[in-house]
């Protein structure tokens, strides 16, 4: 099973300020590698797919980079609402789907 | 529009089976291409894929509980179907669906609300 390891576990940053998510595969998942935003009480929204295409309706601020075992999100101009956890997930070997454990990105 | 709903008891006791239903709109699982997974999420941790079905009536499952699971679809065409059986106070947790499409590289783009379900006596 691959595992995703993602970093930091929590990230306190302001309105405005640039955010960098890590996740970090056990073992390549070449660029099979989403992410997804999940805010209290709702499902988990997808944001990024095969690691750097922007899902329909996700914010430009968003961007996925990233191949093999190190992929990052970045998002350049944090808004209020971007407050939130984020999780990756691949499937490579197919159909074995693994998640990361999250980082919750929280306001300082 | 795509819509996922699920379906099914908010309680159960250990050694019952659960069993969920996903009712979706707006695309067909007859699709080339198309999946709908079920996906489990225990309080304040990260989501466990369970099971998927794809468009041939294929069925993959979580290796860790394999022999606990069985997805079909369901008479009606719009509706899979989870069944978990030996249900334990571990398998506390909210449980959704969600379209898998090729075209997204099988990443998750629509989701259920979801469905708490707790497993007590």
């Known amino acids: 099973e691959i595992v995703l390891t993602q970093s930091p576990a929590t990230l306190s940053l302001s309105p405005g300020e640039r955010a960098t998510l890590s996740c970090r595969a056990s073992q390549s998942v070449i660029t099979y590698l989403a992410w997804y935003q999940q805010k209290p009480g709702q499902a988990p929204r997808l944001l990024i797919y095969d690691a750097s295409k922007r899902a329909t309706g996700t914010p430009a601020r968003f961007s996925g980079s990233g191949s093999g075992t190190d992929f990052t999100l970045t998002i350049s101009s944090l808004e209020p609402e971007d407050f939130a956890v984020y999780y990756c997930q691949q499937r490579t070997n197919w159909p074995s789907i693994t998640f990361g454990q999250g980082t919750r990105l929280e306001i300082k | 529009q795509v819509t996922l709903r699920e379906s099914g008891p908010a309680l159960v006791k250990p050694t019952e089976t659960l069993t969920l239903t996903c009712t979706f709109s707006g695309f067909s699982l007859t699709t080339r291409g198309v999946c709908v997974a079920w996906i489990r999420q225990a309080p304040g941790k990260a989501p466990e894929w369970l099971a998927l079905?794809?468009?041939?009536?294929?069925?993959y499952y979580n290796t860790s509980l394999k022999t606990r699971l069985t997805i079909s679809q369901a008479p009606s065409e719009n509706q899979v179907v989870l069944t978990m059986t030996n249900m334990d106070p571990e398998d506390t947790a909210t449980y959704y669906c969600?379209?898998?499409?090729?075209?997204?590289?099988?990443?998750?783009?629509?989701w259920g609300q979801g469905i708490p379900v707790t497993v007590s006596s």
């Open positions: 079905i794809d468009w041939d009536d294929g069925k």
């Open positions: 969600a379209r898998q499409p090729r075209f997204m590289e099988w990443s998750f783009d629509f």
